[in-house]
């Protein structure tokens, strides 16, 4: 006899939920400019829909011209970096900035650094990021935090 299998918004909001964490600049940054830790980002995102706010692409942009102006990276690297930084699938989405200011003045980090708190909350997601501040924060905040 065949069961009858129901799956309502509920269950589809679970599971996409369970599917999608928070990725940050500095995990997207060390990707693309194959630092270090570039193997540990891709391995622990493997499988997952990455999300963050909707800052991201600015942040990256920003970061790049930092290393520019330290010569790191010269003027076509760091728009090639760019370039292959927006290949990357992500699901860029809106925070309350109020509420992630907040977060800023509470544990006296970054206003940017807080959109992706503020992100996870929202969304209940876990975050991913090479920056140890912004994960000694969200574990104050109970969010689950890639190690």
């Not at 928070?22 to 540990?40: G, I, K, M, P, T």
């Not at 520019?68 to 990276?73: A, G, P």
Request: charged residues 25%; contains cysteine.
């Amino acid at each position: 006899m065949p069961v009858n299998i129901i799956i309502d918004n509920s269950v589809i909001e679970l599971y996409n939920s369970i599917m999608e964490i928070v990725a940050d600049a500095s995990a997207f940054l060390a990707v693309v400019l194959n630092e270090s830790d570039r193997n540990w980002v891709i391995n622990k995102t493997l499988g997952w829909k990455i999300v963050s706010p909707e800052i991201l692409p600015y942040e990256i942009g920003n970061a790049l011209i930092a290393v520019r102006k330290k010569s790191i990276l010269n003027d076509r690297e760091v728009l090639k970096a760019y370039d292959i930084s927006q290949r990357i699938a992500v699901k860029l989405v809106p925070v309350k900035i109020h509420d992630a200011i907040k977060i800023a003045l509470r544990f006296s980090i970054y206003a940017y650094d807080a959109y992706y708190l503020q992100c996870c909350v929202e969304n209940k997601l876990p975050l991913i990021s090479l920056d140890d501040r912004m994960c000694d924060a969200a574990r104050n905040l109970s969010i689950k935090v890639v190690e």
